[in-house]
């Protein structure tokens, strides 16, 4: 009986023979899957894929860490004008000739003042009314005298003067990043009036 277990055995391991072939076709089978269609290995392949991901990644964020050197800015045209010489404007006039810088500039006997358009209720335009003598809000019905001190309407408080000034060249110079407040009294000092 013994032999008889025996043979068995030894049959296995006859049978073992064909597998190692089998094993070395399918290892011929793997490397012949491995590769690519360009010749690459797979394994080649799939690293140089990875790494070049990870290098454009690291390249992307480099460059948007640089991007915070130079901040987002928004460069708005200068708050100070030339609005011409004095003798271009008549006595006793409010000159439209600056409602596109939101500016309008009186001439009076003594000198100038330049007045912000916007109404200080909610920021609308203001329009100069000749026959009323007087700046109207129409947003809200707010009123201003020449001057502009207000005098009728929901406007809390008085136009703004702006600095007026003359240039070396004898040109008006205004600049609207200057206000002056009529109830801060500051429409007595000298920029917010220009005697000429």
């Known amino acids: 009986m013994e032999n008889e277990v025996k043979k068995p055995l030894e049959k296995e391991t006859k049978e073992d023979t064909p597998n190692e072939v ?3 076709k399918d290892k011929d089978k793997h490397t012949d899957v491995t590769t690519t269609e360009t010749g690459m290995p797979r394994r080649k392949f799939l690293r140089f894929l990875g790494l070049g991901s990870f290098f454009a990644t690291l390249g992307a964020a480099i460059l948007g860490s640089f991007r915070f050197a130079f901040p987002r800015v ?3 045209p200068s708050p100070v004008f030339k609005a011409g010489f004095p003798e271009e404007y008549p006595v006793n006039t409010t000159s439209a000739k600056w409602i596109k810088e939101n500016v309008w500039i009186v001439r009076e006997e003594k000198g100038f003042y330049a007045l912000s358009t916007a109404c200080t209720h909610l920021g609308c335009a203001t329009r100069w009314i000749k026959s009323e003598n007087k700046f109207k809000c129409f947003c809200h019905g707010s009123g201003f005298y020449k001057d ?17 000034t003359l240039d070396d060249d004898g040109q008006i110079l205004i600049d609207r990043s200057v206000k002056f407040l009529y109830e801060e009294g ?7 009036f220009l005697k000429v």
């Open 186 to 192: 500051e429409w007595d000092k000298p920029d917010a």
């Open 74 to 76: 928004l460069f708005e």
């Open 22 to 24: 089998s094993i070395e």
């Open 148 to 164: 502009g001190v207000n005098f009728e309407g929901p406007a809390p408080r008085a136009l703004e003067r702006l600095k007026i």
